[in-house]
């Protein structure tokens, strides 16, 4: 641990050793110190020295390349999904209402990214961008912080970071309206990073870099359960400021003069949540089904139970599964992760000796278990579940490669017990790569051929007559075909009949992802206060569309490997490639296996 100067008369700069690391330490004389902690010998180490300013560039390289070709199907995929459809414009006259996200589910930040991507005219474009630029920001800002406060050398913090924002769990990477959570949680790490560089800025740097690092926070808190991680930063805040208190102070009254030198400190950060919180149930209080979505309670222990049970088995034990089947299926993705993965390790070194201490080993542990527990509690409160088996439901696991990566850098420290650094970083965190990047490949050609389905019904309507129905049942035959696919979502069906036939009072669903007592249900939602549905009209004139695979129909890596060549090496048409991927036929009149809307009954006289 950091050395505690014991008197301000000390005051000189002390070497010490982290992990292997020589840094330069400095206390601050009485008076002389920045901030209102003005007094308190607050030690952080220096700048990094010009020196190792080199090494520490080459790694912020490999990381952006890595994430980058990581991430790069994101870049190829424009389509929407689930309720992408409900806020973002894929094309200008497409009509959409909003204002949902302001009256009814309490989100005015999302609403803001929202009605600016729209404001464009090029949605797909700005949201992609905030998911790139999440997952670069966040991602190097977290590998900064790491090597800046001492805690991981280069390889580590790169590894934990990669492993991080490559996280297979959450399956919605290339979501277009949920690009904001990504943001969203880029810009916690980035605060963090702001929030380290403010602890030892002085003067109107500091105020500046206060100032922003208060505001990214704020836009953080677009994904709320963000400040559950925001409360381990501002912990992690109280405890530097804990260890520059005086040791002669006792434990009891360090812990207290800490908290109290933390409160007045920096309290724009402590007030933070509050004001998020208050300006929420004040001016954009949740209504209708949302509140009842949002029914926070006190869950018992067997709930608390089941549900960190449903996390672990959805966010790591179903993504282990998944990632061995999809290997044995799909070898050529998980080959090119190994050879990306490669490159990464020849060209990153550690730099420390073998962590031998046990607190290096435990302290990565223990702050797993800790933060795994601690940010699916938000959804346990709230009565929400993920799951593996749709990708939207994965929504939930967005910041569960944190506690993953924790447990790789204790298992790395485990194997440097018996080999060296670099054996022990090649063997833990090369595998979790290969398996997370491979993963993640995976799941992008899952999305990437869910939009060429999508595009191909949409193309296919659009060609034809609008037959005399408003409502549209879908008979999705590629449910059946052996290849992974989910039932397209009402939003999904009900976006494509608006995109081909213009703005119309359409209502869409897939026959199979629905209960028969839909049109029912979707009558009292669209009525409901706050409704994201309130264009959306279940009365009208049936008719059944039947989407069949056709001749160019294929498994999805073969699908997404043929439109790659259509659309990157002109090897085809894409409209033609399309137009072979399904046949679709339409019948009118009521749909088979679905109830009608209960008229009210007449008055009795």
């Not at 008197?7 to 009485?30: M, N, T």
């Not at 995109?499 to 669903?509: D, I, R, S, V, Y």
Request: charged share 15%; proline share 6%.
């Amino acid at each position: 641990m950091r050395k505690i100067v014991p008197d301000a008369s000390q005051a000189l700069p002390v070497q010490e050793s982290i992990g292997g690391r020589i840094f330069r330490v400095k206390g601050a004389r009485h008076g002389r110190s920045c901030g209102p902690q003005s007094g308190v010998r607050i030690l952080v180490g220096d700048a990094v020295p010009p020196s190792e300013m080199s090494p520490l560039l080459r790694a912020i390289v490999v990381l952006l390349v890595v994430l980058l070709a990581a991430h790069a199907p994101m870049l190829l995929n424009d389509g929407l999904f689930m309720d992408d459809w409900l806020v973002l414009k894929p094309r200008p006259d497409y009509f959409i209402d909003i204002d949902f996200l302001l009256n009814g589910a309490g989100h005015p930040i999302f609403y803001s990214y929202d009605t600016f991507a729209n404001w464009t005219g090029a949605p797909v474009v700005v949201m992609v961008s905030l998911a790139i630029a999440g997952i670069v920001f966040g991602a190097i800002s977290l590998a900064l912080t790491a090597t800046r406060l001492g805690q991981l050398d280069r390889s580590e913090a790169v590894g934990l970071a990669l492993i991080v924002w490559t996280y297979p769990g959450y399956q919605l990477w290339a979501g277009k309206a949920n690009a904001v959570y990504v943001f969203s949680f880029g810009l916690l790490f980035t605060g963090a990073w702001l929030l380290t560089l403010a602890f030892r800025a002085c003067g109107l740097r500091r105020v500046l870099l206060r100032l922003a690092c208060a505001f990214v926070f704020l836009l953080g808190f677009a994904l709320n359960s963000t400040i559950v991680l925001y409360a381990f930063v501002m912990l992690g805040l109280f405890v530097a400021i804990w260890q520059g208190g005086n040791a002669a102070d006792g434990f009891v009254r360090r812990t207290w003069l800490a908290s109290w030198r933390c409160a007045l400190g920096y309290p724009e950060l402590m007030m933070l949540p509050l004001i998020y919180w208050g300006t929420l149930n004040l001016w954009f209080k949740r209504i209708g089904v949302y509140a009842q979505h949002y029914d926070a309670h006190f869950p018992t222990l067997g709930e608390l139970a089941r549900g960190w049970w449903a996390f672990f088995v959805t966010g790591y034990r179903d993504v282990l599964a998944h990632a061995a089947r999809a290997a044995i299926t799909v070898p050529t993705l998980f080959i090119l992760a190994a050879v990306l993965v490669g490159i990464v390790l020849l060209l990153l070194r550690s730099d420390t000796k073998p962590a031998r201490s046990r607190p290096a080993i435990l302290v990565p542990l223990v702050l797993a278990v800790v933060l795994f527990l601690a940010l699916s509690s938000p959804y346990l409160i709230a009565g929400l579940r993920p799951s593996s088996t749709h990708f939207y439901e994965s929504r939930h696991l967005l910041m569960f490669g944190v506690p993953s990566a924790l447990v790789f850098l204790a298992f790395k420290r485990v194997a440097e017990r018996w080999t060296g650094p670099n054996i022990a970083f090649a063997v833990v965190f090369g595998a979790g790569l290969i398996l997370s990047i491979g993963m993640l490949w995976s799941d992008y050609v899952f999305m990437q051929a869910r939009t060429l389905k999508q595009e191909a019904l949409e193309r296919n309507l659009a060609g034809r007559v609008q037959p005399a129905a408003t409502v549209y049942a879908l008979d999705d035959g590629f449910f059946d075909y052996p290849s992974r696919h989910v039932p397209f979502g009402l939003a999904e069906v009900t976006g494509m009949l608006r995109l081909a036939w213009g703005n119309q009072p359409f209502f869409g669903f897939a026959l199979r992802a629905e209960r028969p007592d839909i049109l029912r249900r979707m009558d009292e939602a669209r009525k409901a206060p706050g409704s994201a549905f309130h264009h959306f009209d279940p009365t009208g004139p049936q008719a059944t569309i039947s989407f069949q695979p056709g001749a160019g129909a294929a498994s999805n890596q073969t699908l997404v490997r043929r439109y790659y060549a259509c659309r990157l090496l002109a090897r085809c048409d894409v409209a033609e490639f399309l137009a072979q991927l399904a046949q679709v036929t339409i019948k009118l009149g009521p749909i088979a296996g679905i109830l009608p809307i209960e008229k009210d009954a007449a008055p009795s006289r």
